[in-house]
């Protein structure tokens, strides 16, 4: 499973992670801004305080978080399909 070690967030609603790995990626993830927690984040203020969570994905301050998964592979891992 990939684990982020470091965020930085971009304008656009993006953030540039480093995994452990030692990938770097920007990642837009306007797409995931939507519901009650992540609309918050559509403030730009409240967007620049994402952090690293406990883990391995991206949090923000106000509960809302994105699994390293869908930052790393842009969804559910290839092997998850399989074992559906």
Same mark, same amino acid.
């Given at each position: 499973?990939?684990?982020?070690?470091?965020?930085?967030?971009? /304008? *656009?609603?993006?953030?540039?992670?480093?995994?452990?790995?030692?990938?770097?990626?920007?990642? !837009?993830?306007?797409?995931?801004?939507?519901?009650?927690?992540?609309?918050?984040? %559509? %403030?730009?203020?409240?967007?620049?305080?994402?952090k690293v969570g406990e883990c391995g994905g991206i949090e &923000?301050? /106000? *509960?809302?978080? #994105?699994?390293?998964? #869908?930052?790393?592979? *842009? *969804?559910?891992?290839? &092997?998850?399909?399989?074992? !559906?």
């Open positions: 499973m990939p684990q982020v070690t470091s965020v930085l967030p971009l /304008n *656009g609603f993006r953030v540039s992670v480093k995994f452990l790995n030692g990938v770097k990626k920007v990642v !837009s993830v306007k797409r995931h801004l939507h519901g009650r927690l992540f609309l918050e984040l %559509r %403030r730009a203020k409240v967007f620049r305080t994402v &923000w301050a /106000n *509960g809302a978080d #994105i699994c390293p998964d #869908i930052l790393y592979y *842009g *969804g559910p891992p290839p &092997w998850a399909k399989l074992e !559906s």
